[in-house]
Each structure stands twice: as C-alpha cells, then as structure tokens.
C-alpha cells in the first residue's frame, strides 16, 4: 500500500465531502492507495462515503471561522481561537511530522488545511493544496468588522502560497494561475432514486423537497407549515430520525447516503455551501438556496448557480418563517437539468496520479 496523509478542514461538511469524492476517485484509479485522515470531521462522514480502507487521527486541522449558527460568523471568537493556533511551532509541528513519516506517507494532500501544507514541508513531502477558497482570502473579506485577523492574512497567504501543487475547483472564489482548475467536485450517486423512494416508502409520482443545512444540526421552525402541504413530502436529513405524515427525517449517521437522497429528491431548499451545491448541481436539481451575506465565499456560490443550475433564491428571513413555502410551487415547476457529466475529482484523481504515482 502507498499511504498518502490527507489534512481536511472542518469547517461544515463540505471539505470532508469534497476530499471523501477525491480519495474515491484516485482509489478507483489506484486501488493500493491507503489515505491518513487528520481532521477533526467525523469518522462516520467518511465511512459512509465507503472508502477504502483509511486511517483517521483526530487532529484539529484549522480554525476556520467560529459559527454562532449556520448562517452566522463569530469573528472575536475566530481571532481568539486563531492566537491559539497560529503561528505553527516546532511543539505543534514535530509530533504529527514524526507521525507521517512513521505511516510513511508519501505525499500530503490539504483540503484547504494550513496544517497540512506546514507539515508536508516540515517532513519534506510534496504538498498538494485543493480548494475554491483559502482562509487567507477568508479572512480578508473580515478585516474591516475585525483588523485583528491582518496577521493571520499575511502568515497564511505565504504559507498556501508554498504548495507544491496547487489545485481550484469550481466554484472558485479567487481565481488563480493553479495546476488545475476542475469541475465541482461531489460524491457519485451510488443508489438509483426509485430504490431510496421505495425505502423511503415514497411513490414514484409524488413530490419530494429536501430541506438541508449542510450537514449542520438545526431546528425547523416551520413544522406546522409543512405539514399543511399534504401532497409534498419533505426530507430534512441530518435530524433525529423521525417520520410523521409527509416529513422525514433521516440521522446523520443514517444508512441513507446523501447524494443518493438528493437524487431521490424533485427540489432541493438549504444553505449555499459547497457539498450541498456541488451534489445538487451533480442530478440538475432545482436549487432553493439561502445564502450567508457576511461570508466571502457565498457571491461566488450564487453567482455559478445562477449561471449554471435551476434555483431561486431564498432569504435567510424567509426561511425562518416559511415564507419560502410561497416560493415551493415556482420552484417544482422549474425544469431538471440533464446531470453534470464531468466531475471534478476524476479530473483530480488524474492529475494527482500524474504527479508521482
């Protein structure tokens, strides 16, 4: 086996889906690849994307920025925590190069984890940087509310900056001269859509809207409304698993994989992120998104679903009512696009491969 640490941030979902879809491809291509998980995501998100064999080490791989919600920054506490974190010293850098090296890694790759990017070249290893953002241009966008955050610009630019290959994937927020610039990158759809109906006991005819947060525990306040639409079923993954009348509920660690329910599903309503964009925009669903005024990455978000998927915006305000229920039957009207063909972690798996594999 050639082993490969992979340094995943755990800011939402996202990356871990974004990185799970990477390994699954380049493991397709190269079965005798072992991956070396250090991330704090849960090793359930990436059991159910049924990688192969992995290691996971639970390591604190970036900060991030520090949510009071899912729609809301806490840039006082992402400073705080970042003077903990940063800059990286021998104490923090020593004890994970010894680990690679003694799992003999042969290359670190980095979904977006600074981490990562220190270690590889502190145990002398290729450095591999995917991303659509990077927490240097994060951070940026927040110096006007919080100037402390300045240095932590500076030392992190440098440091992405020193990748040994440097790969964006759409929807990239700053456009770089990269490696590679690739298609969104989301998990394969692994089960038709009239299976996951039938387990769901869903007919094929009805209709079916997803209400998702990415993957980022939330409490529906709009029960009632939904319940009122009888002829609609609603799914809402990542809650206690429940089933009363039309809703659904499915747990996190459900035996439901989640492309496959967005498959199964006729209009997807959540936040603008990237696992949830990357996975819709994979069937050609219709998207009712909600975007996160405050965070830098999110007018690049709207701005490719605009362009490139069926969607209708939908107000932070409006969702927390059930406002956006007036805005239901546009949106199951709007037709499904054909599915993506390309997906971007193949155009990843094969470069990655390129590079020394």
């Known amino acids: 086996m050639t082993p490969i640490a992979y340094f995943i941030s755990s800011h939402g979902y ?29 090793r359930w998100l ?9 290691g996971y080490h639970h390591v604190l791989s970036d900060i991030g920025v520090v949510q009071r919600d899912s729609l809301t920054e806490d840039l006082p506490a992402t400073w ?8 990286f010293n021998e104490a923090k850098l020593n004890p994970l190069v010894e680990q690679v090296n003694r799992l003999n890694c042969h290359m670190v790759m980095c979904d977006i984890s600074p981490l990562g990017i220190a270690v590889a070249k502190a145990a ?17 966008g927040y110096l006007t509310s919080e100037p402390r955050l300045q240095p932590y610009v500076a ?48 007919l094929p005819s009805a209709k079916v809207v997803m209400i998702t947060m990415g993957g980022v525990p939330w409490t529906p306040t709009f029960v009632a409304q939904l319940a009122a639409q009888t002829d609609i079923f609603f799914l809402i993954p990542g809650q206690e698993p429940l089933r009363q009348g039309n809703i659904i509920q499915t747990g996190q660690d459900s035996s439901f ?4 329910l967005i498959n199964a599903s006729d209009v997807v309503v959540g936040k603008a992120g990237y696992s949830t964009l990357s996975e819709v925009h994979q069937v050609g ?9 405050r965070f830098r990455e999110s007018p690049a978000l709207v701005e490719f679903i605009s362009h490139n998927m069926p969607g209708l915006p939908i107000t932070d305000t409006q969702f927390a009512d059930g406002r956006w229920l007036n805005l239901l039957p546009d949106l199951l009207a709007l037709p499904r696009r054909q599915p993506e063909s390309l997906n971007g972690a193949d155009q990843i798996a094969a470069k990655i491969l390129d590079f020394g594999f």
């Not at 990436?46 to 992995?54: C, G, I, K, T």
């Not at 964006?168 to 001269?177: G, K, L, M, R, S």
């Not at 990269?178 to 089960?191: G, K």
């Not at 669903?285 to 005024?293: E, K």
């Open 14 to 42: 996202g990356h871990a889906t974004r990185a799970s879809a990477v390994m699954l491809a380049i493991a397709k291509l190269k079965p005798n690849i072992r991956f070396e998980l250090f991330t704090t995501t849960p």
């Open 46 to 54: 990436f059991e159910e994307s049924h990688l192969p064999p992995f």
């Open 80 to 87: 705080h925590k970042l003077q903990e974190f940063l800059p």
């Open 124 to 140: 002398k290893l290729p450095a591999v940087l995917i991303e659509n953002f990077t927490w240097d241009w994060i951070y940026e």
């Open 155 to 202: 030392y992190l630019r440098d440091l992405f900056a020193s990748a040994d290959m440097h790969i964006q994937t759409e929807p990239i927020c700053q456009p770089q001269a990269v490696d590679l610039t690739t298609r969104p990158v989301s998990r394969p759809v692994r089960t038709p859509a009239p299976q996951i109906r039938q387990q769901l006991a869903i």
């Open 257 to 260: 994989f989640h492309p496959d």
């Open 285 to 293: 669903l219709p998207f009712g998104y909600i975007a996160r005024p």
